[in-house]
């Protein structure tokens, strides 16, 4: 688990095109508050969001009409996260079930540029791999401090044969815990400023 988590921290020191893409400006009526344990803390979601339980995704799954991108995405994630064993926490929007927030645990850690450079080897090949099958281009990878964590994005553009899927990634520490946020959506534009709005409880 340790060893997933931070081949995920290497990819903020490559050089990669910035997204250009904004969201509109912030508004918490637009939002609602999610306590999430994985976390230690509340995480604000658009209201459209709702936690899927693990039978509905195993039925999900299995209809033909969800054979997206956004679900081949979101089954292989969780295979893999049921096959390890790790707290996930899934969210999906009610009116559109291929725009996906899951949350998934790890071991507490306080992750730095060595790590980074250490693993960024093993991120390469992890997602050569992975995607071999696809064509897939990073958008975006960074560090940033807010003021009770730090977190590392990374974002990427996956093409699959009918449309392209933005799958953006976000590894945060804080004092209290250290987790994953992943979102899989449509559309390029993500939900980066909810990293600075978490409310942690301890």
């Known amino acids: 688990m340790r060893s997933y988590i931070l081949y995920a921290l290497f990819c903020f020191i490559i050089s990669c095109k910035q997204d250009t893409a904004k969201g509109t ?79 998934r645990g790890s071991d507490h850690i306080n992750f730095s540029k060595k790590d980074a450079n250490q693993y960024l080897g093993m991120l390469e090949a992890h997602l050569a791999q992975q995607w071999s099958h696809l064509t897939y281009e990073r958008l975006q990878s960074k560090i940033t401090r807010t003021e009770r964590s730090k977190y590392i994005k990374i974002k990427h553009e996956i093409s699959f044969p009918m449309k392209s899927i933005f799958q953006t990634q976000y590894i945060v520490t804080s004092a209290v815990s250290t987790f994953e946020m992943l979102e899989i959506r449509s559309q390029i534009i993500d939900y980066e400023d909810l990293m600075k709005r978490i409310h942690y409880k301890i």
């Open 25 to 103: 400006e912030f508004k918490k009526d637009n939002f609602k508050e999610h306590y999430i344990d994985i976390v230690k803390g509340t995480v604000l979601l658009p209201v459209k969001y709702e936690q899927v339980t693990t039978e509905k995704l195993t039925y999900l799954f299995s209809e033909k009409n969800y054979s997206s991108g956004e679900f081949e995405l979101l089954k292989s994630v969780i295979e893999g996260l049921q096959a390890d064993r790790v707290d996930f926490s899934v969210y999906m929007n009610d009116s559109d079930l291929g725009d996906v927030i899951l949350f």
